[in-house]
Nanobody
Framework: QVQLAESGGGLVQAGGSLRLSCTASGRMSSVIGARMGWYRQAPGKQRELVAQYDNDRSTNYADSVKGRFTISRDNAENTVYLQMNSLKPEDTAVYYC?????????????WGQGTQVTVSS
């Protein structure tokens, strides 16, 4: 079993910055491949991809956050970060960490509990 622990959410004014962290723990020694990323869900909307960091170090961003958000990863610490700059009120949502892990040749998907990000205008 793998657990994801998120931190770093909060309330910030428009134009401000926040940094989210997500650390995976548990059966990580058995993981042979991992894609980690962040999704968000605003009230009344579907959960959407924000950014992903793949096993080959490639990254993928939603168009709405390109140039403002940066995803990075520390493999030694099993941690993925999301640096969010120039935040806008429309970035307000619950942000969820996701990890797609290959364990014993099978892929498993894990989610964190979510962290609230609120951007005031």
């Amino acid at each position: 079993q793998v657990q994801l622990a998120e931190s770093g959410g909060g309330l910030v004014q428009a134009g401000g910055s926040l940094r989210l962290s997500c650390t995976a723990s548990g059966r990580m020694s058995s993981v042979i491949g991992a894609r980690m990323g962040w999704y968000r869900q605003a009230p009344g909307k579907q959960r959407e991809l924000v950014a992903q960091y793949d096993n080959d170090r490639s990254t993928n961003y939603a168009d709405s956050v390109k140039g403002r958000f940066t995803i990075s990863r520390d493999n030694a610490e099993n941690t993925v970060y999301l640096q969010m700059n120039s935040l806008k009120p429309e970035d307000t949502a619950v942000y969820y960490c996701n990890a797609d892990l290959v364990i014993d040749s099978k892929m498993y998907s894990y989610w964190g509990q979510g962290t609230q990000v609120t951007v005031s205008s």
